[in-house]
Structures are given as C-alpha cells and as structure tokens.
C-alpha cells in the first residue's frame, strides 16, 4: 500500500496493485457524510476492434456492445435483481459506459462494506443466455431511438461524424439498432473476458472508509486473473476534417451548436499539456473574458448555455466550443478571429492570471465532492495520470506555455461547425 499524498490540500489517499492484478485507489475522508465506489474497466464503445496478447489476428465486434454489456451485467444466474440488493443496504447505485470505459458504481451513507461486496461481486459473475439477449435488443433499441432524437446528442455525434473519417468515436456508444442486432452470448463472453480481466479494471472508493477493510474485502472477492494484454486497433485517421460544416433541422426552439478543432492524437496529453488547455480556454473564452462579452452584448449567446472543453481519448483529441445560439455561424467566426488576435498579440497577463486561479480553484473544490474524487481517479488512471499531478500542473503552467499551444492548434482549417436548428 503506497500512500499519496497531496499537500495542497493536505489530504493523503492509497494506492494498491493487488494480488488479482486489480489497481485499488481508497481515499479515506472521515468527515465525509457519504462515500462513492467505483469500480471499472478500460473499455469503452471505441473498442470495437482489439488484438489480445499472443494473437496477430484483430479481433471486430459489433458497434454498442460495450454499452449492451454493462446492461447485462446487472442479471445474474440466481435471478436476484442487482438493484433489489442494493435496496438493501439504501446505496444508490448505476453503471454508464462512455467512450473509453465501463463503469459500475454506488453511492450511499451507511452500509459502506456490505454495498461494497455487491458491487465487487456481480461485476465479476456474468451470466448471458439467448433469452435475456434477445430481450435486451428491443430495449436498447428504443434506447437508441430515444437519442437519435435527442437534439443535445445529435449536434455532438453529428460533428464528430463531421470530424472524423474512420475513428470510431464518431460512432454513438449503444451502436445501431442494426448493430446491436448482432450481438450472441458467445461475443459477449468474449469481450467480457478479454476486457473484464482484472489487470485492465481499477477500484476507487472514496469517503468513510478505511484502507484496511476494503482490502479485506478485496483480498476475500477478487478472482486473480491472468495478466492478457489487449492492444486497441484503430484503422489510419488523416490530420483532415471529413467536413467543415454540419446543418439538421430538430425539435429545438434555439438553434444548438458545436463548434469543435481536430487535433493530432498519436499520443494522449500529458497532466501539463491538459492544464495549459484547460486555463488556455478560460482566457480565451471564459466569462471574464472579451470574446465572452462581446458575444453576450451582440446576443449571440447565452451566459447558460456556452461552454468549452478539452475532449480528449485514446487517438481522439479535439477543443469544443458549444452553446445556443440565432447564428452560429457568427459565434463561430468570432472565435477565429479571437484566437488569431491572441496568436498575434499573446494573452492579457491580468486575464491569464485570473483564469489560472479560477482553474486551480475548481480543481481544489473538486476535492469536496467525494464523487468527483472518484470519477477523476479512474479517469486518470487509465490514461496514465495521477491525481497529484493534476493539482501541481495547474500551478505550473506558465502564459508562455499556453500561448504555444495556439501555435499549432485550434487551426481553422482543422474546425468543424455542427448545428441543430428548428
């Protein structure tokens, strides 16, 4: 057991590479009312074509079957519904899959251990029959029909379709109905124990706990497995967008956008290159600063809705601008046109300043929030990040750095415009 600790803010958590070849991160914060676990994998709906240790051969699967896995993994051979356990210890628990990783977690105030044996428990006995595969079809089905009509996820997939010729995240993470069509037992076993192996999972649980007895409870549940390497396969994707403009009518009264940069994902961003990004937009684009105002004055947006991150994963990498907005394409246009007058004349130091504290200061109260404690330390595990240096990053980043960064990136010729309209 390795301590960590984090000095600025004067808070230690563990970290465990267990017998079983499971990662265990517990930060223990005793004057926490409630406490979160999580417990995932390394897979996500991009992982739809893999090659495991010793084989030459790249092994394809349906599109969604991440997502229809995580599904199934709630029923079990004994037919006791997984929710109706919890109910018994009052967690509150869910599952999601995203593009990179499935998830299983719980949240809850008491009966920490016994929750935390569930969740240990079920997510290591998966039990599929053709039956429960076929019923599950129909479900995730209307499932998917729900979001192709859902005009927040129509305006991302449509631009990431828009900017990206082959990756599969510009896939939506349940798959097609037809997609999904395909899936048996047999390929759901299979990528349940390709991806489900232990040595490709971490377990974060954060809160009222001790160390010790979640061990315990580890030592007592984990299943040791072999330690098979599986290699992600992405089919070549050009430095190109595929287009630089996407335009859909749906059911919104203000027209929805995304106004996304591509950029180079040979290799994911180290910590620092994160934070520069991250305090980079809140100069650029944060609500302090002119761009801001000046699309606020014109009521080209609303202070509600506008938005930008650093949306990045394996061999997927792009900076996203979104929000509402009468005219888009005029946000759109006043967004280059900042960032050239930054490249040309660098960052406001007082505005650079601001936006470093105002990073730093979310970062720290995220420590508050036992479920983003947890959320941020799987992330950050399976992009080989640490928490501690997610901290020290922020307050190393200098306006030199981050005045770099626009040198190369968030290019015009590298945007994408999507935009869902009434």
């Excluded at 600025?8 to 005793?30: D, M, N, T």
């Excluded at 449509?158 to 999904?180: F, Q, R």
């Excluded at 910590?271 to 699309?295: H, K, Y």
């Amino acid at each position: 057991m390795q301590e960590r600790k984090i000095d600025r803010v004067g808070e230690s958590y563990y970290e465990v590479r267990h017998a079983s070849g499971l990662q265990i991160f517990v930060y223990p914060k005793s004057q926490s009312h409630s406490t979160y676990a999580i417990f995932g994998t390394n897979y996500g709906s991009i992982d739809n074509a893999f090659r495991r240790s010793g084989e030459t051969e790249v092994t394809r699967v349906p599109n969604g079957i991440a997502h229809f896995l995580e599904h199934k993994m709630f029923e079990n051979e004994d037919g006791v519904d997984t929710f109706a356990r919890y109910a018994q210890t009052g967690a509150n628990a869910n599952a999601y899959t995203s593009f990179d990783k499935t998830c299983y977690l719980f949240s809850c105030s008491d009966h920490v251990y016994e929750s935390l044996e569930i969740l240990l428990d079920f997510v290591q006995k998966p039990y599929f029959t053709a039956q429960t595969v076929q019923k599950e079809q129909g479900i995730i089905g209307q499932e998917i029909q729900m979001y192709d009509d859902d005009p927040g996820w129509q305006v991302l997939f449509n631009m990431l379709g828009a900017m990206y010729h082959t990756h599969p995240v510009k896939l939506d993470i349940a798959g097609s109905v037809e997609s999904i069509a395909k899936i048996t037992p047999e390929l759901l076993y299979e990528c349940y124990h390709t991806f489900y192996n232990l040595n490709n999972m971490a377990l974060c649980v954060v809160g009222n706990v001790e160390p010790d007895k979640v061990l315990a409870l580890c030592d007592k549940l984990l299943k040791p497995s072999q330690d098979m390497q599986v290699q992600r396969y992405f089919e070549p994707e050009p430095p190109s967008v595929l287009k630089p403009r996407v335009c859909v009518k749906g059911s919104v009264a203000n027209p929805m956008f995304y106004f996304g940069f591509k950029e180079d994902a040979a290799h994911r961003p180290t910590v620092q290159q994160m934070a520069e990004t991250e305090i980079l937009l809140q100069t650029v684009s944060g609500d302090c600063s002119p761009l801001f105002r000046r699309l606020l004055d014109a009521g080209l947006i609303n202070e509600a809705s506008f938005d930008s991150e650093y949306f990045e994963g394996p061999g997927y990498a792009s900076v996203l601008f979104s929000g509402e907005s009468k005219d888009a394409d005029a946000v759109a246009a006043q967004i280059l046109q900042e960032l050239e007058r930054v490249r040309q004349d660098g960052l406001d130091p007082e505005l650079f300043e601001n936006a470093k504290r105002s990073v730093y200061g979310r970062i720290i109260s995220g420590f508050n929030s036992v479920e983003s404690l947890a959320n941020g330390m799987i992330a950050d595990c399976f992009a080989g990040r640490s928490l501690v240096a997610d901290v020290n990053a922020a307050v190393a980043v200098t306006k030199a750095a981050a005045e770099k960064r626009l040198q190369t990136q968030l290019l015009p010729q590298n945007a994408v415009l999507s935009i869902v309209e009434p």
